[in-house]
């Protein structure tokens, strides 16, 4: 059975009462809109004020390449050393680089010094990241029980992770033009450490003293890569990041029109709306198939609609696939989570919610560089096709490990 209509899900608003959520979850979702902010604030500084978007280009897939290499690491100390120590080291120098690489690139320093200096920098401003949802995501397990109160809390942070890609570029947008680009950029960095700064001085975060200082009888804390079940999980996670990766280059590739920017904007907008919704629907839904279960049809169900939109074409075919999309993207997200949390030890969540951020990363990333090369063969629509049948595959390579999962 997929639903069990006898058993009751937590509302939102009572997932929201636990005691000291409201004081860690707020901070959180502030840090990842600035985050959001920093990164197109960043982008316009270089491209208009530096005057040079291919310096743009490289100084963010540096950042955003240092950023997926450290998540793991950084997330294992966390895990060892608690929350608050190293959000806080990371908030102060993630908002120094960031500011010293504003000056630097659009300083005078020229040459091969400033080269390496900026490429420095960037790699600093990448690894030292704080990483608001990996961590709240383990205040969400500590502070509410298994069932359908932790998945209401997975949910919300899913849906607080949309609105921050959403909001960000707005503000950033915003202040750029009525300010300054670098003005934009500071008071993103700014907005970080300070978000971070409360985050971790938060009851919650203050309560996680990692497992040096958390010993038991069982020993040091298993890695979550030993843990049964794990790396297929790892896998099948870069199912939904090669989604967000071949779309995002896929909406302005499909319209070629006056209207091309227009309508991709929507597109993209429509996607990340119909997956905020269905984020919230899906936390009060009670759903007893496995996790992994769960996981596989989001991802199945993703990329067939995926295949469809691209092999039938049509603004109305478009707008309808990128809606539907929307709806299947972001239970299937949470459902990894969920599962990662499940099946890591609790002393390693962090690390294990790492893995699963790292696993979307990658697979956005190499999304948008397959659809890339294949518009340089096919059609855009025929592209997203593809694009969708290779995402389909690794999700079935993943099914006999998926389906094997207990409830």
């Known amino acids: 059975m997929w639903l069990n209509g006898a058993v009751r899900s937590a509302g939102y608003l009572e997932t929201l009462q636990a005691p ?93 010094v400033g080269l390496v200096v900026v490429v420095a920098l960037s790699l600093v401003t990448g690894a030292s990241t704080p990483p608001f949802p990996t961590t709240m995501r383990v205040l969400w397990s500590v502070a509410l029980p298994p069932g359908s109160a932790r998945r209401s809390g997975f949910s919300l942070d899913a849906v607080a992770g949309e609105l921050s890609y959403a909001v960000g570029p707005v503000v950033a947008a915003v202040l750029a033009a009525t300010v300054s680009p670098l003005v934009s950029l500071l008071a993103s960095a700014a907005a970080i450490v300070v978000a971070a700064l409360v985050y971790a001085a938060s009851p919650l975060a203050r309560a996680e003293r990692g497992s040096v200082v958390d010993v038991t009888q069982d020993g040091p804390a298993r890695s979550p890569l030993r843990s049964p079940g794990f790396i297929p999980l790892v896998v099948a996670m870069l199912v939904p990041g090669l989604v967000l990766g071949y779309m995002d280059i896929a909406a302005p590739a499909l319209v070629t029109d006056d209207t091309g920017p227009l309508l991709a904007g929507l597109l993209l907008g429509l996607l990340a709306l119909t997956s905020g919704i269905s984020g919230l629907v899906y936390g009060r839904l009670p759903v007893t198939a496995s996790l992994e279960r769960q996981l596989l049809l989001m991802a199945v169900l993703l990329n067939l609609v995926a295949i469809g939109a691209g092999l039938l074409g049509g603004v109305v075919v478009w707008v309808v696939g990128f809606g539907l999309a929307g709806v299947f993207l972001a239970p299937g997200l949470i459902a990894g989570y969920l599962a990662a949390d499940e099946r890591a030890d609790p002393r390693a969540r962090t690390e294990a919610n790492g893995w699963m951020d790292t ?22 629509g025929d592209a997203l096709a593809c694009s969708g049948v290779v995402a389909l595959a690794v999700a079935l390579v993943c099914a006999p490990s998926l389906l094997r999962a207990p409830r």
């Open 359 to 380: 696993a979307v990363q990658l697979g956005s990333t190499l999304g948008a560089m397959m659809f890339g090369a294949l518009t340089g063969l096919v059609s855009p």
């Open 20 to 112: 000291h959520v409201l004081r860690s979850f707020v901070p959180s979702v502030g840090g990842r809109v600035a985050l959001s902010t920093s990164r197109l604030a960043l982008i316009i500084l270089l491209g208009e004020g530096a005057g040079s978007f291919v310096l743009a280009g490289v100084v963010t897939g540096l950042v955003g390449l240092a950023n997926v290499v450290a998540t793991a690491p950084r997330a294992r100390w966390i895990d060892r050393r608690g929350q608050t120590t190293p959000m806080t080291v990371l908030a102060v120098g993630h908002g120094v680089s960031l500011t010293a690489l504003a000056l630097v690139a659009t300083s005078d320093v020229g040459g091969a």
